[in-house]
Nanobody, 127 residues
């Protein structure tokens, strides 16, 4: 059973930076995707970013491109999401996600690829 545990959320002012972490039980093999999604109150879950563990290829939603950075530390089995220049619209519960055995790196850009999810960490941005 894959386990994902997020941390690092909090309340910040607009323009600030924040780093989210996700410790996972996923074995970092080359055909694994890991990613982040978020869900704001009253809205559907939005895919934010993904990374192919083998190639290191990263993918981002247009809404966060240039502001957020996804990365991983394979030795620590930890996935990160660096949030820079946050905006009130970034307020949401952020979820870590994973999937093993993906056929191509491109699948890491598809929300439907991911079948394992963490419990989430809350990010609140005030103006």
């Amino acid at each position: 059973q894959v386990q994902l545990v997020e941390s690092g959320g909090g309340s910040v002012q607009a323009g600030a930076s924040l780093r989210l972490s996700c410790v996972s039980s996923v074995y970092y093999v080359k055909n694994t995707c890991m990613g982040w999604s978020r869900q704001a109150p009253g809205k559907e879950r939005e895919w934010v970013a993904g990374i192919h563990i083998g190639f290191g290829t990263t993918y981002y939603a247009d809404s966060v491109k240039g502001r957020f950075t996804i990365s991983r530390d394979n030795a620590q089995n930890t996935l990160y999401l660096q949030l820079n220049s946050v905006e009130p619209e970034d307020t949401a519960m952020y979820y870590c996600a994973a999937e093993e055995g993906v056929p191509t790196a491109w699948h890491c850009s598809l929300p439907a690829t991911y079948n394992y999810w963490g419990q989430g960490t809350q990010v609140t941005v005030s103006s």
